[in-house]
Every structure is written in C-alpha cells, then in structure tokens.
C-alpha cells in the first residue's frame, strides 16, 4: 500500500468518527493507542522475533484480546486496557498517560480495529509511507483551529530548509528541546539516511537508539511525538527519545552536536495560583540558572540560553525565535551581545508572517555555532536573508512550499559556508541576502538585528497593494499581537486582572 491510499484510508475513518464527535485529535490519540498495541504485537512475532520474545505489553491487555471481543464487551475491555496501561512506566507510561476512550459507538471502534489497524502489517511498512500517512493527521489537526494543536506544528517546508542548511551527520547526536510532534527528529532522521544510503550497523543502530533527544512539556503531545518517531523508525516499542518535562527548569548536563528547535511562541512564562479565597494571581516565572547569561521571564530568550547550554563545543543550532528576541532591551541585549561573542552566529533567515497557526507571529531563524573561550568575538560577519519584506503566504490558500526557501538554502551554501556571495549591492538594492560585519552589529542601538533594507512595495506603490483579504488577514494579526502584548503589560502591573 502506497502512503496516498493509506491516508486516503485514515481520513475516510475519520470523516466517520467525526460525525459522532470526535476531533481530529481525538482522533489522532486513539489511533496512537491502536497502533501502539499492535506494532507490539507485530514485534513480538517472526520475523521481528525470532525467539518468541513476549511483547511489551502483558498478554491480558494485548492486541488479540481486543480481536477477540466485540460490542459492550470490547468497550469496557478497551477502556481497561487504557487504565492498566497507563499506570505502567516507560514507554508504556508516556503512549498510555491519562489515556481515555473518546469512541461513543462500540461498533466504530470495532471497524477501525478490525478493518482499519489490524487490516495492515505496520511494522512491515516502509516507514516513508506509514510516516507520511501519520504526519498528514497532524498536519490536519494542526489546521483545526479548535484543536489549539496548531501551537506545536511547524511547517514542514521551514523544517527541510533548516535541517539541510545544518547538514545533520551520521553518529551526531541531535536534539529538540521543545519537539512538539517531533518533526525536527525525523527530519533529521530522513536527511541522514537520505544523504547516506550506505550507513554501517554501528551507524544505523545510533540513528535508531542514541542519535536524537526530544523534551515536551505536554504529555498528550509528548505521546502523539513517540508514536510519530516510531513510525519514522526512531526509538522502539521499549525505548523512545522523548521526555516529558520542563526544558528550561536545569541544565540536563548531556551536550549535543546539533540542537534544531521552534519553541513555543508567547513572550512570557507564568504561573496562575489559586488562593483560598478563589482568586487567582498571575507569577511570572523567572528563570534563574548558573549557566545563563541573564535572569528573565522572557521564555524565547530563556530557551536561546538553554540551546547555547546544550550545545558541545562546535555544535551547531538553528532555532525559531520572535522578532523581539532580535531588538529588546534588559536582558535581551546582554544575552544578544554575549551570543554575538562567544557564539559564531552567522545567519539570520526573516520569515514571513502567515506561516504559524499562531496567528500575528513574526519570527525569524537565527544559525549560530557554540565555540571555546576566546578573547575576541567569535561572530565576525551575520549574513541576512530577508524572506519577509514583500512575501506574502497564508496557511491554506498560499502555504510555504520548499521551493520558496530554495534561493535561501543556496545562497547559505551549506557544503562551503564560507564562500558565500551577497546578492544585495547599491547597484542591486533589492537583493534578499546581505552581510553585516561584527562592529557594525555591535555599534547598533542596543545590539539590535532587527535590520530590514528592502523597500516595503506595499506601501511605496498603492498599484501594487496585495489582495484585500491579505491585508485583511494581516491587520487582523498585527491587532491579535497588540493585544497579547497589551495582556502582558496589564498582567505585570496587575497580576490579579486576569
């Protein structure tokens, strides 16, 4: 079966289940538990078990007892499996944590059993086709506004640009340290094996076990994670590269050779607590950590000092941050000045808005490499490439595709990065890449990289206006953005008003 007739397959069961009201991310968990239990089962049979290893999970809850019962029956029988999963640990804990049973119909639930998960071989798969089919659930629970899941979905086009300019290598070890559904991981995964056709067992047995390492904070998200690096041939049924925990809270003391991340978009950390009256106050997290340069709420430019921490010395990072990371002041400056110093950070990719399920984000890619102590600045030249100023893309009707960031990737020449060509010069003003040395950066006010040279045709020439709903969509989310930050300023004058 080809990954177009198995998606087709998934969407049609869950065009079904969603007339009795479930999501797509109902969906999508229930699907995780089904498939779990019977890739274990698969696994614990020739020709994956040539010695009859028993399965990971105990044989009352295994997958054939769900075959074996069917009506009320299997629904109680289902549930229970659920519950006595999710008590376990590992692997267990992490697919079954809080699991619940969202089918209404016990009929439904025993199509997709039966005629659905058990129809297929999934450990025979090629991991390409049950990868892809698993990635497009995602992706459309991603587009369900409803859902929220949008928040851990970055578009798959940005993470191919990203993961090329890095060139991931064979024996790396690699790292999300806010992974969402683990698309960073598995593309990483993908380019590996991609590029190198002729790994050796030693080779491929770190890229399955040891190569890659994911934190998430969400456990539902955490879970959906697991079961897609599995089905991308990362981890196993017994051990999977993600845990669930705060990132931000320690150092974890592990280093990393390439650190690739888009965390989670919202200026700053808090906690609500509840008083014994019923009131509620709003705390906002401080961060306070031996290894970071500056103590702030400020969660993007937290996580910017994390990845430096993660990285060994000469890893390489390519993270998502917001443009404030790129301009504020306080903290934002010293941790921009010190990053500039003891950090090669070399380019700097301004994306366009309208490519975030987050809506009003405008957000950039910052590639830096972590280097020894040094008396002088390691960052000696930041080469810019401006995809943002006159680019105009939408979620649905004008998505990013990779070949819109393949001038980007060309002109970042992953192979020779030092032998890179700006395509802007005062003969050719409208050229997207250019370069600023170290002293100019750090002359600037405040040490800001928030540089912009391209003339803005949508102001300068009204002929030339984008669509009205363009504009439409654009006001909409500069006014969602003010008002977020409005949220934030009120939050820390009043805690207790929200």
Known sequence: MNASTLVQKLWNYCNVLRDDGMSYGDYVEQLTYLLFLKMADERSKPPFSQSGQPSLVPAEHAWPTLLAKSGDELFDHYRHILEALGRQKGTLGLIFAKAQNKFQDPAKLTRVIVDLINAENWSSLNVDVKGDAYEGLLEKNAQDTKSGAGQYFTPRALIQAMVTCIAP???????????????FLF????????KNPHLTSTEKRHLKEAAFTGWELVQATARVCAMNLMLHGIGSETSVPVRVADALAADPGERFDVVLANPPFGKKSSTVIVGEDGRTTTEKD????????????NKQLNFVQHIKTLLGIHGRAAVVVPDNVLFEGGAGETIRRKLLRECEVHTLLRLPTGLFYAQGVKANVIFF???????????????????????HFTLKT???????????????????????????????P??????????????????????FWLRDEALADSDNLPAPEIIAQEIVDDLEAALEQFREVLADLRPDAL
């Not at 370069?435 to 540089?451: M, Q, V």
Request: with cysteine; aromatic share 10%; hydrophobic share 30%.
């Open 169 to 183: 290598r064979p024996g790396e070890r690699i790292c999300d340290p806010a992974c969402g559904t683990g698309g």
């Open 187 to 194: 593309t990483a995964h993908n380019y590996i094996t991609h």
């Open 286 to 297: 401080i961060i306070e950590r031996d290894d970071f340069w500056a103590t702030t709420s």
């Open 369 to 391: 490499d972590k280097k020894p102590a040094s008396e002088t600045p390691w960052t000696k030249k930041l080469w810019i490439y401006d995809l943002r100023t006159n680019q």
């Open 398 to 428: 004008n998505p990013m595709r990779v070949e819109d960031l393949m001038e980007f990737v060309e002109l970042y020449n992953p192979a020779k990065r030092n032998e890179r060509t700006p395509t802007w010069s005062p003969e050719n």
């Open 430 to 451: 409208e050229g997207r890449w250019r370069a600023y040395d170290y002293e100019e950066l750090a002359a600037r006010d405040k040490a800001s990289l928030d540089i």
